[in-house]
Structure formats: C-alpha cells, structure tokens
C-alpha cells in the first residue's frame, strides 16, 4: 500500500517570496510516479507538476520545481515568486505505474500568498 | 482541452435519499473515479472503471455504488444518505495510455445530508 504525508497543514508565504511545500511518501514499489496538484477557492484540481520515480533530474515548470530525494522518499515542491494565485491547497499525490493502480494523495497543505 | 463535468455544484438531500452524483468526459478517456474530500483527511478513492460496466473498490466504498453503463458517464450512487456522507466529491478521468501524466478532475461537487 502506499502512503502519502503533507505534515504542514497550513503555510504563509509572501508575495514575490520562495517557500517550499514537504511530502514524504512511502512505497515499496520501484516505478512510480510523484505529482503536486493544486485546488485553488474554485476547486478545480489543477496538475503543477510531475516526476518519474527513475528519473534523477528534479522536475520544474517555470516557477515551480521539486526536490526529489528517492532514497529519503521525499518530493517537496518550490515554488519562486510567489504570487497571490498561487492561494490554494496544495496535494501530494504518488501512483505507482500499472494499469490497476490508482492516485493516492496526501492530506494537503493550505498556502496563503500575502501582500 | 479535456473537461470532466459534474452535474451539480451544490446539493443537499435529506437522511435516507437515494442520491445519484453524475460525472460526464468528453475526451474518450477510458478510466474514471470517485474521490472524496474532507478537511484533513485528503482525497480518499471511493470507486473507479478501467471500462465499460466495470467497476473496482477503493479505499473507502462504504455506503456507496456506481454505475457506467456509457464510457463517458461515471455515476456515484448514494443508497441510502446519512449525515456522515456530507463531503465534496471530485470526479476524475484519464487517459489508459497516458494516466501516469495524471488525471484530469472535475470541479466536484459538495454533498450536504440534513
């Protein structure tokens, strides 16, 4: 079974300001896939990014990157110059690859982006 | 751009209704799910199909069902709602080939039972 944990329930950062966002996941799996998503006030889950198990590289998409420590089963996401958009609740979430296999998520972190 | 919709936004019903929660995609994706939402506790996976009148539990199928007799519609069925069901559910495609780029939700809907 996997496991996913977000042990920051609520986080502020301000705007233009760095803050990274902590998930430590468990599986005993090889391949697997780690995601961050994102539900602004609109509940619209949104994908910000993702990273293959076997890649060592650390994903990033423009303003947002990850540290990805395997051995540690660690997967924070970073996220630079903040901005008030990015207010959400952030999950967590790992799957590993197969094709009965599902998204398992964390318990999210609340991100407020202050003036 | 894929969508996945749910009927309704807000619904409230009454202890011991039949509720049906509807969910629609329109990109052919073969496989659909039912998340619930609940304040420190996460996403938790009630039920998904990999096709067609198939169906598999999740992690928390209790006092729930579901029904896909057409592959875009995936419905949750509440037999018979209690108190303990008020949540927000998230329905979720994606794609066999492509699932491990995520999945694509919908913008849930939030049950209240009275």
């Known amino acids: 079974a996997q496991t996913v944990t977000q042990s920051q329930p609520e986080m502020s950062v301000q705007e233009a300001e760095t803050v990274t966002l902590s998930c430590t996941y468990d599986t005993s799996e090889s391949n697997y896939y780690l995601f961050w998503y994102k539900q602004p006030p609109s509940r619209q889950m949104i994908l910000v990014i993702r990273?293959?198990?076997?890649?060592?590289q650390n994903a990033t998409e423009n303003r947002f990157s990850v540290n990805f420590q395997k051995a540690a089963k660690s997967f924070s996401l970073k996220i630079s110059d903040s901005q008030l958009g990015d207010t959400a609740m952030y999950f967590c979430?790992?799957?590993?690859?197969?094709?009965?296999?599902?998204?398992?998520f964390g318990t999210g972190t609340r991100l407020q982006v202050t003036l | 751009d894929v969508k996945v919709t749910q009927s309704s936004r807000y619904l409230v019903k009454r202890t011991g209704e039949k509720v049906f929660l509807e969910c629609v995609q329109d990109m052919d994706h073969e496989n659909m799910f039912w998340y619930r939402q609940d304040p420190g506790l996460g996403l938790r996976l009630i039920y998904f199909?990999?096709?067609?009148?198939?169906?598999e539990k999740g992690d928390i199928p209790e006092g729930y069902s579901v029904s896909r007799e057409k592959k875009e519609r995936f419905s949750l069925i509440l037999e018979s709602a209690s108190t303990n069901q008020t949540s927000m559910y998230l329905c979720?495609?994606?794609?066999?080939?492509?699932?491990?780029?995520?999945?694509?939700f919908g913008s849930g809907t939030r049950l209240t039972v009275v």
């Open positions: 979720a495609s994606s794609s066999a080939p492509e699932q491990n780029y995520g999945y694509t």
């Open positions: 979430a790992s799957r590993i690859t197969g094709t009965a296999s599902k998204l398992t």
């Open positions: 990273q293959e198990a076997y890649k060592q």
């Open positions: 199909s990999y096709d067609v009148k198939m169906k």
